[in-house]
């Protein structure tokens, strides 16, 4: 996968618990993504970023935030956990500006009860 | 709303035959990627084809793109068990917004 892994792989947490994914990577790229997949949409983002704690928002930010201290690691945070997040998250990198070809993790199912 | 939209939803052929998956999409584009996701694992980019490219191959993957009917299709030959999986497509907008834009997929199933 690129070196790129992300934890925990699954959770399950209570609505109104704070959550936080880590994805990390280690080829030094560029740009990190978040995306959620959820049956009947594909995958659609989240937040992405474009250096460290340069971000900025997806399709589908609401409920979430992220952050970016460090090239190698990008953290998504789930500040109340409902439902309605319960998806599979997968973190990606692209190290080319132009292409934005994307290498993804393995996933993290995250049900929220 | 997704840029990219897969038709089928989902394609069930014997192995050996050759499938064909399409995809359109909205806005220009700079490129358009295929990307694979076996069951339970992250996606896999499988081949890409700038807006300037009428036709690109891989192995047994052929990529089509229409620029003036915004779609493009993928072409999987000589089909394999192994070939099961959802296979996506996904945009770069010509004004460089520094992501993809992924349609809902295509599930494809070989049979044996």
């Known amino acids: 996968d690129a070196g790129i892994t992300q934890s925990p792989r699954h959770k399950v947490t209570e609505t109104g618990t704070p959550v936080t994914l880590r994805c990390h990577q280690t080829?030094?790229?560029?740009?990190m993504y978040w995306y959620r997949q959820d049956p009947g949409h594909g995958l659609r983002l989240i937040h992405y970023?474009?250096?460290?704690?340069?971000?900025d928002k997806g399709e589908v930010s609401d409920g979430y935030s992220v952050s970016r201290s460090k090239t190698e690691d990008f953290l998504l945070t789930l500040e109340s956990a409902t439902s309605s997040q319960t998806s599979v998250y997968f973190c990606?990198?692209?190290?080319?500006?132009?292409?934005?070809?994307?290498?993804f993790g393995p996933g993290t199912r995250l049900t929220v009860t | 709303s997704q840029q990219g939209e897969e038709d089928p939803q989902a394609l069930s052929i014997q192995e050996g035959e050759n499938a064909t998956m399409n995809c359109s999409y909205k806005?220009?584009?700079?490129?358009l990627q295929w990307y694979r996701q076996n069951s339970g694992r992250g996606l896999v980019h499988l081949i890409l084809?700038?807006?300037?490219?009428r036709e690109k191959h891989s192995g047994r993957l052929r990529v089509t793109l229409d620029t003036s009917k915004k779609s493009s299709s993928l072409l999987i030959t000589a089909s394999r068990a192994a070939d099961t999986a959802s296979y996506f497509c996904?945009?770069?907008?010509?004004?460089?917004?520094?992501?993809?834009?992924f349609g809902q997929g295509t599930r494809l199933t070989i049979n044996p």
């Open positions: 990606a990198i692209t190290e080319d500006g132009g292409t934005y070809e994307q290498y």
């Open positions: 080829e030094n790229h560029r740009y």
């Open positions: 970023s474009y250096g460290v704690k340069d971000t």
């Open positions: 806005t220009s584009i700079n490129n």
């Open positions: 084809i700038r807006s300037n490219e």
């Open positions: 996904a945009t770069v907008s010509i004004q460089g917004a520094q992501k993809l834009v």
